[in-house]
């Protein structure tokens, strides 16, 4: 994947994290969910290694709260 096209394609994903929330939606719009977080992850895994090797700590953490905050309101 070239330069150009990487960045668009995160561009899409930024777009749709959710610091607050701490989580990716299917739309800016939308709130986040266990879902779209898990599939955003995946995808970002598999579009630029890199950039989980340099993020890796914060989306674990982000990941962790999102899942005990989507536990408890089970």
């Not at 150009?4 to 899409?12: A, F, I, R």
């Not at 939606?25 to 630029?48: H, R």
């Amino acid at each position: 994947m070239e330069e150009k096209e990487k960045s668009k394609v995160l561009d899409y994903f930024y777009k749709r994290f959710h610091p607050g929330e701490g989580g990716f939606s299917k739309t800016p719009q939308l709130p986040a969910t266990i879902e779209d977080t898990y599939f955003s992850l995946k995808t970002l895994i598999l579009i630029d290694q890199s950039f989980i090797d340099s993020k890796k700590e914060r989306i674990i953490k982000t990941k962790m709260i999102f899942i005990i905050i989507f536990v408890r309101f089970m």
